[in-house]
C-alpha cells in the first residue's frame, strides 16, 4: 500500500527566505506521481506541482521546485524567495499508476513571519 | 475555468439524521473522489468513482455510501450521522491518468451535533 509521510506539523520561514519542506514516500509499484498542493486559510486545494517518477528532471514551477530524490524516496517542496501569502497548509501526494487514488501526507503549516 | 461545485460550505446535522453531501464537477472528468480532512490526519480517501454508476471503497469507507448517478455528479452520503462524522468534505475529480492533477471543491464543514 502507499504512504506518505510529512514529518514537520510546522515550519517557520522569514520573508524572502527559501524553505523546503519535506516529504517522503513508499510504495511498491515502480510508476508513480507526486503532487505538491497548499491549502490557505480560505480553505481551497491548490495544486502547486508534478513529478512523475521516471521523469528525469526536477519539476519546477516558479519559485516552486521539487527535490526528487528517488533512491531516498523522498519529494521535497522548494519554495524560494518565501512571501506573506505562502503562509498555508502544504500536501505532498502520491498517485501509482495502478490507481486513480492520490494519497496524502498529514500536512505541514508553513508560516512565513515579515 | 475548471469548476468543482459543493452544494453546501457550512452544514449542522443531528447526530441520526440522513446527511447528502454533493459535488458538481463541469469538467467532463471520468474520477471523482470524496475525501474528509481533520488535523493532523491530512486528507483521507472515503469513496472514489471512476465511471458512472462505479465506485471503490478508499481508506475510510464505513458510515458511509455514495452515488454516481451522472458523470458530472457524486453524492456522499451519511446514513446515520454520528459526531465523530464532524469534519472538513473535500470533493475532487480528474481525468483518467496517473500524472492528471485533481480539481478540488471549495469544501463542507459539517459539524453533527
Known amino acids: 500500500a502507499q504512504k506518505i509521510t510529512q514529518t514537520q506539523p510546522g515550519m517557520f520561514v522569514q520573508e524572502k527566505e527559501a524553505v523546503t519542506l519535506d516529504c517522503t514516500y513508499d510504495t511498491s509499484d515502480p510508476s508513480y506521481g507526486l503532487f505538491w498542493y497548499k491549502q490557505p486559510s480560505s480553505g481551497e486545494m491548490i495544486f502547486l506541482i508534478y513529478q512523475g517518477s521516471y521523469d528525469q528532471q526536477n519539476a519546477t514551477e516558479g519559485r516552486y521546485s521539487l527535490n526528487f530524490q528517488k533512491a531516498r524516496k523522498s519529494a521535497n517542496l522548494v519554495i524560494s524567495a518565501s512571501q506573506l501569502g505562502d503562509s498555508a497548509m502544504y500536501f505532498c501526494?502520491?498517485?501509482?499508476?495502478?490507481?486513480?487514488?492520490?494519497?496524502f501526507g498529514e500536512g505541514t503549516q508553513l508560516t512565513v513571519n515579515p | 475555468d475548471v469548476k468543482v461545485t459543493q452544494s453546501s460550505r457550512y452544514l449542522v446535522k443531528r447526530t441520526g439524521e440522513k446527511v447528502f453531501l454533493e459535488c458538481v464537477q463541469d469538467m467532463d472528468h471520468e474520477n471523482m473522489f470524496w475525501y474528509r480532512q481533520d488535523p493532523g490526519l491530512g486528507l483521507r480517501l472515503i469513496y472514489f468513482s471512476y465511471d458512472v454508476k462505479m465506485k471503490e471503497k478508499g481508506d475510510i469507507p464505513e458510515g458511509y455510501s455514495v452515488s454516481r448517478e451522472k458523470k458530472e455528479r457524486f453524492s456522499l452520503i451519511l446514513e446515520s450521522a454520528s459526531t465523530n462524522q464532524t469534519s472538513m468534505y473535500l470533493c475532487a475529480s480528474s481525468l483518467e491518468s496517473h500524472n492528471e492533477k485533481l480539481f478540488f471543491g471549495s469544501g463542507t464543514q459539517l459539524s453533527v451535533l
Open positions: 501526494a502520491m498517485k501509482e499508476t495502478s490507481g486513480s487514488r492520490l494519497t
